[in-house]
C-alpha cells in the first residue's frame, strides 16, 4: 500500500510537471507573443518607439532571458541573482539572456526577405537578475503578475475574484444534475423497456448529442430573446448581474446587484450545463444498474423473498453507484476550472472565460497559471478516484 | 489436392443458405429504423456538399452589396438568382456558405476521423503485439495525454498554431490537395489542414486503447499460432490476421469520433481558436449570427441546425453499428 502510493505520487509529480513543461514551451517557443501588437505599432511611425523602449519592454515580459532561466523562474523562482555561499557570488558573469538581439533581414528560399535573429548584441548576466522582481514560483503557490488583463496585479487575485462565480455555477449545476440524473437513470434501469425509459432514453440520447454551444444559444433564444420581445416574463442572458436595474413581467422591477438579480442571471447557464450533465450522468447510471441488476447477488436478493424496493435500493443501487464515482471525482477540476464554452456563452464571468480572455490577450501568466492547477486538480481526482474505489468496492486492491 | 478419389456421394447435399459476415452485419443494421434514417440524412447531407458548387447559387465571398439581412428566398435583382436562406451582415449569401460551410466541417472530420483511427490502430497493434517496454511506453504515453485536461490544452495548442502559420511546416501538395476538395486556396485551407492536425493529435488515444485490448485476446488465438507455424512474419500477422479481427469496435470507435470531431471542430470555431471568418464552417458562422441574434433569432438556427443533425446521425449510425457488430449478439 505504501509503496504504491509513493509510486503514484512520483507519477503525479512527473505528469504535472511534464504539462507545465509542455504548456509552457507551448505558449512561450512561438513567435509572437505580447511583442507582437508592439511591431505593428512601430511599423506604424506614428509612435517612436526607441531600441531602449524595446529592450525594457522585452525585460518586462521577461522575454531577454533564454528560455530554460524563463521557465526555471516561473516554476521555482530561481534563478533570482547570483549564488552567494560565504559572501562570495558566484557565476555572477554567468550568460543568462539577451537583451538587444540583433536582427536581419535575410532573403529565403521563396524570394522574400524575413527578419531573422542571428546574434546578440547585449547579453544579461545573471547578477543583473539581481535586482529584478521576480515570482517565488508556480510551484510554491506565487503565480506571478497579470501581463494584460490586470496589469501589474498578482495573477492569484485575478483568479480568486473569479473562483467563487465558477464555484455557484459548476457546484450548483453539479449538484442539480446529481439529484435528478441519478433517480431517473434509476428509475429508466428499472422499468427497463417501459414506455418512460424509450422517451427517457432516446432524450437523454440526443441530449448527449447535442453541442452545448448550440444548447445554450437555443436556450437563449427560447426564454430570453423571444419572450422579451413578445412582452412575456423572461430570463436575462449573459454576465452574473446586470449594470442597471430592468422590470421583467409578472416579477417585476429588478434592481443591478440584487439577489433577485443574480439568481435570474444564474438560472440559464446553470440549466444548460444541467441538462447536459443529466443526460451524461442518468445514461451512465443506468447502464450501470442494468449491469448489476443481473447479477447473482439481486438475484438472490430476490430469492430471499426482500421486497423490490429494498433489492433495488439496498443491493443493486449502491453497487451501480461505485463506476459512478469516476464521474463524480472528475468535477473537481470542473469546480475549478468551469466550463468554457457554457462560460462563454453566458459570458459568465468565471474561470473558464478567462482562460479564453488569457489565451486571446496573450495574458500568459494567467493562461498558465489556470492550465497548471487544472492539471494538479486533474491528477489529484485520478488518485482520488483509484481510493475512493478500494473504498467503495472491497474487491478492488490497490497494487 | 490430393488425387485419391472421393468416393461418390450419394446423397443429395445439404444446403444451407450462407450467409457472410457482412450481410449478417447488414440485417442487423437495417433493424435500427433510427440508425437507418440517419445513414440516409448523412448520405444526403454529404451528397449535397460534395455538389456544392453545382447547388450553391453564389460563391462564398460574393458581395451582394446593399442586401444586408435579405429575408429568406429574396431574388437578386441583377443576375435573378436566389438567396434561399438570405444573405449575412455584409450580403454573403447564407445557404451557399452554408453548404460550403458544410463540405469543410464534414471534411475536417473525415480526414481527423481517417488519421486517428489509423495512428490508433498501428499504435495499438504494435503496443500490444510486441508488449515488452514498447507497450508500456506507448501506453503510460497514451495514459498521459488522457490524464491531461483536453478542452484547454487542445486551446492552447490551436491558438499557437493558428497565430503562427509557419510553426509547423505543411507540404504544398498537402495544401493544395486540401484546397482541392475544399474548393480554397491552398494558403487559406493551411488552416483546415491544422485543425485537422489538432483533433487527431488528441483523436487516435482511444482506438489505439482499444486496438491494443482486441490485440492483446486475439494474439492468444489459434489461427494466429498457425499462422506463426506456417512461418508469416511479425508483419503479416499483423496485417492479416490482427487488423481485419479488431476491425468492429475500431469501426464504432471512427462513426463516434466523427460526431466528436463535428462537435469539437465548430466548438473551437465558435471559440474563436478554430477556421477563421471568411473561410466558412458551421462554428464560425453560428458565432457569428450570435451578436445579430437578438434581432434575427432565427439566425443561429441555420449554422446550428445542421451541426446537431450531424452529431446525432453519427451517433445513432455508431449506436446501430455498435449493436450489429457484437458478436455477442445473436440473430
Not at chain 2, 60 to 87: C, K, M, W
Not at chain 2, 115 to 127: D, K, N, R, T
Request: aromatic residues 10%; contains cysteine.
Amino acid at each position: 500500500m505504501t509503496a504504491y502510493f509513493i509510486r503514484r505520487i512520483f507519477q503525479m509529480i512527473l505528469v504535472v510537471l511534464i504539462s507545465a513543461v509542455a504548456s509552457y514551451a507551448l505558449l512561450n517557443l512561438a513567435p509572437g507573443g505580447p511583442l507582437a501588437g508592439l511591431r505593428q505599432i512601430q511599423q506604424n511611425n506614428r509612435f517612436q518607439i526607441t531600441e531602449e523602449d524595446i529592450a525594457r519592454i522585452r525585460a518586462y515580459f521577461e522575454l531577454d532571458l533564454y528560455l530554460p532561466y524563463r521557465f526555471t523562474r516561473w516554476l521555482i523562482g530561481v534563478p533570482r541573482g547570483p549564488i552567494t555561499i560565504g559572501g562570495k557570488e558566484y557565476l555572477s558573469d554567468m550568460v543568462v539572456g539577451c537583451a538587444r538581439p540583433l536582427e536581419t533581414e535575410i532573403l529565403n528560399d521563396q524570394g522574400k526577405y524575413e527578419t531573422k535573429v542571428t546574434g546578440c548584441g547585449e547579453f544579461v548576466k545573471l547578477k543583473e537578475l539581481a535586482g529584478r522582481r521576480t515570482s517565488h514560483g508556480i510551484l510554491f503557490g506565487d503565480f506571478g503578475l497579470s501581463w494584460r488583463l490586470l496589469r501589474d496585479r498578482p495573477v492569484s487575485e485575478l483568479l480568486l475574484s473569479r473562483l467563487s462565480k465558477t464555484i455557484q455555477l459548476i457546484g450548483l449545476s453539479t449538484l442539480l444534475s446529481l439529484f435528478i440524473g441519478i433517480p431517473l437513470g434509476v428509475f429508466s434501469a428499472v422499468k427497463q423497456y417501459s414506455k418512460f425509459d424509450y422517451i427517457f432514453t432516446s432524450l437523454a440520447f440526443m441530449g448527449s448529442a447535442m453541442p452545448t454551444f448550440f444548447f445554450g444559444i437555443l436556450m437563449i433564444l427560447l426564454f430570453s430573446i423571444i419572450p422579451k420581445g413578445a412582452g412575456w416574463p423572461y430570463v436575462p442572458a449573459g454576465l452574473s448581474e446586470s449594470v442597471r436595474g430592468y422590470t421583467v413581467p409578472l416579477i417585476g422591477a429588478v434592481v443591478a446587484g440584487s439577489v433577485k438579480d443574480r439568481i435570474l442571471h444564474i438560472i440559464l447557464p446553470v440549466a444548460v450545463l444541467t441538462l447536459v450533465n443529466i443526460s451524461f450522468y442518468s445514461r451512465f447510471v443506468r447502464a450501470s444498474m442494468l449491469e448489476v441488476m443481473r447479477q447473482d447477488y439481486v438475484r438472490t436478493a430476490r430469492a430471499k423473498g426482500l421486497s423490490e424496493t429494498i433489492v433495488i435500493m439496498k443491493h443493486a443501487f449502491r453497487n451501480a453507484l461505485i463506476p459512478f464515482i469516476t464521474v463524480v471525482v472528475f468535477t473537481l477540476p470542473g469546480l475549478f476550472s468551469g466550463a468554457i464554452i457554457t462560460e462563454s456563452i453566458f459570458a459568465w464571468p468565471g474561470m473558464g472565460r478567462l482562460y479564453l480572455l488569457a489565451l486571446n490577450d496573450f495574458d500568459y501568466p494567467v493562461a498558465m497559471s489556470i492550465f497548471f492547477i487544472l492539471a494538479i486538480l486533474t491528477v489529484i481526482a485520478t488518485l482520488l478516484r483509484d481510493i475512493l474505489y478500494t473504498v467503495a468496492d472491497p474487491r478492488i486492491r490497490l497494487s | 489436392m490430393t488425387t485419391a478419389q472421393a468416393p461418390t456421394l450419394i446423397a443429395e447435399p445439404v444446403t444451407i443458405e450462407e450467409r457472410t459476415p457482412f450481410q449478417i452485419v447488414m440485417t442487423r443494421f437495417r433493424r435500427h429504423c433510427l440508425t437507418m434514417i440517419s445513414l440516409v440524412i448523412m448520405l444526403g447531407i454529404l451528397l449535397i456538399t460534395i455538389l456544392a458548387p453545382v447547388i450553391a447559387p453564389f460563391e462564398i465571398q460574393e458581395l451582394s452589396v446593399n442586401d444586408y439581412f435579405v429575408p429568406f428566398g429574396t431574388v437578386d435583382q441583377a443576375t435573378g438568382r436566389v438567396h434561399y436562406f438570405g444573405t449575412d451582415n455584409i450580403g454573403r449569401d447564407y445557404f451557399s456558405r452554408l453548404i460550403y460551410a458544410g463540405r469543410i466541417s464534414l471534411t475536417v472530420a473525415i480526414l481527423s476521423t481517417i488519421i486517428s483511427e489509423l495512428v490508433g490502430i498501428v499504435v495499438g497493434a504494435i503496443s500490444g503485439f510486441f508488449g515488452g517496454w514498447i507497450d508500456s511506453v506507448l501506453m503510460r504515453f497514451v495514459e498521459f495525454m488522457l490524464t491531461i485536461p483536453q478542452l484547454p490544452l487542445l486551446l492552447i495548442i490551436s491558438s499557437m498554431l493558428l497565430r503562427n502559420d509557419n510553426l509547423i511546416p505543411i507540404p504544398d501538395p498537402v495544401l493544395k490537395f486540401m484546397g482541392n476538395i475544399l474548393l480554397l486556396s491552398p494558403r487559406d485551407s493551411r488552416n483546415a489542414v491544422l485543425i485537422v492536425l489538432v483533433l487527431a493529435g488528441f483523436g487516435w488515444l482511444n482506438a489505439a486503447q482499444l486496438m491494443r485490448g482486441t490485440v492483446l485476446s486475439l494474439k492468444e488465438q489459434t489461427f494466429v499460432e498457425a499462422s506463426r507455424s506456417l512461418g508469416a512474419s511479425n508483419f503479416r500477422i499483423i496485417m492479416r490476421d490482427m487488423i481485419p479481427n479488431a476491425m468492429a469496435p475500431i469501426i464504432v470507435d471512427a462513426s463516434l469520433n466523427l460526431a466528436g470531431y463535428v462537435v469539437g471542430e465548430a466548438a473551437l470555431a465558435f471559440l474563436g481558436f478554430g477556421i477563421q471568418d471568411p473561410v466558412p464552417t458551421w462554428g464560425n458562422m453560428l458565432s457569428a449570427s450570435q451578436q445579430f441574434m437578438l434581432d434575427k433569432p432565427w439566425l443561429p438556427l441555420v449554422p446550428g441546425l445542421p451541426i446537431f443533425v450531424c452529431s446525432l446521425a453519427f451517433n445513432y449510425i455508431g449506436d446501430g453499428l455498435r449493436d450489429a457488430l457484437d458478436p455477442r449478439l445473436k440473430l
